[in-house]
């Protein structure tokens, strides 16, 4: 029973497939069907799902994936996934559940992945692994990848997956005040569990160790337990904090069945990059690290618009306390990020800078050498990606402890017309949001903090 972690998320997840105006209702049977691997037939779901979502198909047989995503540690979904949870479906139910740690199917795989050129820079292994798959900032095709690296590493194939990150099981925990965990004499709560989980995760640690999976495992059985007295004020609440975090993209999901995964985008719990309509603004940050720098990084946006042309500028403020990680108790330090910036493709940037350093655009011959030999961080160049209508651009943008760094980029953009200005200010998963600021002709239109996804219009 205590690997059945984390079915309160798996079973509302799969259920808030069904949640739009008048289907809340049905929740509570279906979950508890679920929870007890005795769904059988629920008329009312699918009827308030239009029959878009049968839920015993979206069971029988099928295999889902729960990523845990340290978002003290961000990626480009999230978080580092350091462990997941499998789950095995039949129609009435869960046939089986488990968790596990991140690097086991890692050490199965066989063959050589070549790594993106950042991944390779910080860590020198030669390779792209499982653990750091969700490197793509569209969700969709970072779950295809992770959906790949798992079955190399003896993995069923995936139906499904799903990116929760660890600020949101937090947030599930809280709702019950506290969960107590008798197998290792604990008390965890919202405000506890990153330090236990952590504790649990470095202290001690060996390959082939099972402290992390086995206290995960622990809280999910204490969870389950509480779930299964839930009050009615309680689950309300859960299903508040879990549609509020699917919009919010601190919840993403990825669906191999295309009608599905058709639904979920509609519902904007893709993580989909999306097309440009106007301007468009989506920073994307990856702690490259091998620290949780990112409990205690601040960051400020400030775009400046000028007829056709734009000032991005980027502040991190790092207010970790030393450089580098003191267990048990200081898990953060430098914050080694790699940025990507992503605008029109029709921009033309004309100038990156870092720390007043303007950076040089990376061309063919930077890339002459295979990634997975790469040996230094370029920090004296910015890369351009470009696709379906957008441009990422990358580059390394390091901040040291109790220190300020900004990042500033100029681009032509051509988003102007005489209607005004549109732009879409996107937040990326893994932080709470960020402020962010808007001039428009030299005057401050927008001043504000960015919780979620945000299209700002004006004259």
Request: aromatic fraction near 10%; proline fraction near 3%; glycine fraction near 8%.
């Amino acid at each position: 029973m205590a690997k059945k972690v984390w079915l309160l998320i798996i079973g509302s997840l799969v259920v808030l497939l069904g949640l739009v105006g008048s289907c809340g209702s049905s929740v509570m049977g279906v979950a508890k069907g679920i929870l007890n691997n005795n769904l059988g037939e629920h008329r009312l779901f699918n009827w308030c799902t239009s029959g878009l979502i049968d839920i015993n198909k979206l069971l029988d047989n099928k295999t889902y994936y729960v990523m845990l995503q340290n978002n003290t540690e961000l990626r480009a979904t999230g978080g580092f996934m350091g462990s997941y949870v499998r789950i095995r479906a039949q129609e009435s139910g869960i046939k089986e559940i488990e968790v596990q740690d991140i690097y086991v199917p890692d050490g199965q795989a066989v063959g050589h992945v070549e790594p993106p050129y950042p991944v390779q820079e910080a860590f020198k292994i030669g390779n792209l692994w499982l653990r750091d798959s969700n490197w793509d900032p569209d969700f969709a095709s970072a779950a295809a990848t992770t959906a790949w690296f798992l079955e190399q590493g003896n993995e069923n194939p995936a139906d499904g997956i799903f990116a929760v990150n660890q600020a949101t099981v937090a947030q599930l925990i809280s709702v019950f005040g506290e969960l107590k965990v008798p197998e290792f004499d604990k008390t965890v709560t919202g405000q506890n569990l990153y330090s236990l989980a952590q504790r649990y995760a470095e202290e001690g640690f060996f390959p082939g160790s099972t402290k992390k999976k086995d206290f995960l495992g622990a809280v999910g059985g204490a969870l389950v337990r509480k779930i299964k007295d839930v009050k009615l004020l309680e689950s309300l609440k859960l299903l508040k904090l879990l549609k509020e975090e699917l919009d919010k993209k601190q919840i993403l999901i990825w669906m191999r069945d295309a009608e599905v995964q058709r639904w979920v985008e509609r519902a904007e719990w893709a993580g989909r990059l999306g097309k440009p309509v106007g301007d468009y603004l989506y920073i994307v940050e990856s702690n490259l690290g091998a620290n949780k720098a990112n409990c205690c990084v601040d960051r400020e946006v400030r775009q400046e618009v000028d007829k056709n042309k734009e000032k991005l500028t980027i502040t991190w403020e790092n207010k970790n306390e030393f450089d580098a990680t003191k267990p048990p108790v200081f898990w953060g330090g430098q914050y080694v990020d790699y940025v990507r910036v992503i605008i029109p493709a029709g921009a033309e940037v004309q100038r990156v800078k870092v720390v007043e350093k303007e950076l040089r655009r990376a061309t063919e011959k930077d890339f002459v050498m295979p990634n997975s030999l790469r040996q230094e961080m370029s920090t004296d160049m910015y890369n351009i990606e470009y696709r379906d209508g957008l441009q990422i651009i990358g580059f390394w943008a390091n901040v040291p402890a109790k220190e300020i760094v900004t990042a500033e980029l100029n681009y032509e953009s051509g988003s102007m017309n005489n209607a005004g200005y549109k732009v879409l200010v996107k937040r990326p998963p893994g932080i709470e949001g960020f402020q962010y600021k808007l001039l428009y002709n030299g005057k401050l239109v927008v001043s504000e903090w960015i919780d979620r996804d945000k299209t700002i219009w004006t004259k």
